[in-house]
């Protein structure tokens, strides 16, 4: 079975790590906005790859690459700069955005949330108050009524695992908290955000919607083929101390309706039935294995290759991923994201040569194949990312795009990866 001839092959961004221009037209600071010393080496979010100025020319670009698709989010903080006010420029640069990638064959995926919570959100008490989920719907509103006559397909939450966890219980994202004590309550408050998310855009869409949200979805590749090896492999991703604190976690409310046991006492039925509010996609955001985070020892054995992150590159997880969350939750899968950071260079002949990364997508891409001529409905696949970009705490060092951004000059480059990944998109896969 080949791929769909609608099959949804494009690349993705966030707006904090591309937008820039974090303090004009009317936008207020998000939380990353204000990171400070969080961010390596002094750097901030504050320019990023000017993307708010030079959209047009990424379209062009995107366009050149064949791209059907372009996953971006809204900046929550540009739309709403302040409680009860709408940013008429801010609102006018993702309308002109949408048209131009409408005009170019392109289909837009909105992401609503992906990070950049306004810093008077934050104020607010962010995703420790309740009062976090009014004035979320208030924002998709906002949003939905403006762009829902150009879009169909809206993603409430980007990781909720990784905005939960690394920034309220780690502390290592933004807004850098240690709320050990309380994060059931942050998750639960995430949790009906998106289940009446979901409720009001299916209500006020102009368009149809496809909804869904991008989960941190990485999973275990099971040690064999055997169905003792798979049930052990789709417990390990679902509901052992690794799994529960993210597939299943987040996963089984919204999708089966049902709290894991770390939620039980914490989701009544009524919430329940609020949060899993039927979808018609899973996003799956894939970039490791889980099963170095269960056994390092017996997996660092089979030696595989790091990017420059430390991040395993191992493309069995990716079939994995797709084929785990479509028996555990039958909805149909969108590849969220999928990427490697590296430290790519311009080389002399002007060109960026970047072989890890074209072999990165000939290791992970057979896999998404290998799912769809098994039969599960994989709807597309985003690249992460469509360009580099400012890469949260680690800033500017790695690279992740298939465009090169030089920062100093906002000069965007082409890598050898784009014109390959160029080639898988006409071939409609069939070159892999």
Not at 212 to 220: D, E, F, K, R, W
Not at 268 to 280: G, M, Q, R
Not at 402 to 420: G, M, N, P, W
Request: charged letters at 25%.
């Amino acid at each position: 079975m080949p791929f769909p001839k609608d099959f949804l092959w494009g690349a993705a961004s966030a707006a904090a790590q591309v937008e820039g221009a974090w303090n004009i037209d009317g936008k207020a600071p998000s939380i990353w906005d204000v990171a400070g010393d969080h961010i390596k080496n002094g750097e901030t979010c504050h320019d990023a790859c000017d993307h708010y100025h030079h959209w047009k020319e990424d379209v062009a670009l995107m366009k050149e690459m064949g791209l059907k698709s372009y996953r971006f989010s809204i900046s929550w903080p540009r739309v709403i700069p302040e409680k009860g006010k709408v940013n008429e420029k801010g609102l006018a640069f993702y309308r002109n955005l949408i048209q131009e990638l409408k005009a170019n064959g392109i289909e837009p995926l909105v992401t609503l949330y992906h990070w950049d919570m306004p810093v008077w959100v934050d104020q607010e008490g962010g995703w420790k108050s309740p009062k976090i989920i009014e004035l979320y719907l208030e924002y998709v509103k906002v949003v939905v009524d403006a762009f829902s006559d150009d879009v169909q397909y809206w993603m409430t939450f980007n990781e909720p695992q990784v905005f939960i966890m690394m920034s309220y219980v780690m502390g290592s994202f933004a807004p850098f908290r240690h709320d050990v004590l309380t994060f059931k309550n942050h998750l639960r408050h995430m949790l009906l955000a998106h289940g009446k998310a979901v409720r009001l855009i299916r209500q006020i869409a102009k368009t149809p919607p496809k909804i869904g949200l991008a989960m941190a979805a990485t999973t275990y590749i099971p040690d064999g083929d055997t169905p003792e090896a798979l049930a052990d492999a789709m417990q390990k991703s679902f509901e052992s101390r690794v799994g529960e604190g993210s597939n299943g976690l987040y996963g089984d409310p919204i999708c089966l309706g049902r709290a894991s046991k770390m939620l039980r006492r914490k989701l009544s039925a009524e919430d329940l039935k609020i949060i899993s509010e039927p979808i018609d996609f899973i996003g799956v955001n894939v970039y490791q294995p889980s099963n170095p985070m269960i056994n390092k020892e017996a997996y660092e054995k089979e030696n595989h290759p790091k990017n420059c992150m430390d991040w395993y590159v191992d493309g069995r997880c990716l079939y994995w991923t797709i084929r785990q969350y479509w028996e555990r939750y039958h909805i149909p899968v969108m590849v969220t994201e999928n990427g490697m950071a590296a430290h790519d260079t311009v080389s002399p002949d002007g060109k960026v040569h970047d072989p890890e990364r074209i072999d990165f997508l000939h290791q992970f891409l057979p896999g998404m194949k290998r799912a769809v001529e098994e039969g599960i409905p994989v709807l597309g696949y985003q690249h992460w990312s469509v360009m580099d970009n400012f890469e949260w705490c680690e800033g500017y060092g790695p690279r992740f795009g298939l465009i090169y951004v030089d920062y100093q000059t906002q000069k965007r480059i082409l890598k050898d990866s784009a014109y390959e990944y160029a080639q898988i998109i006409q071939t409609n896969g069939e070159s892999l």
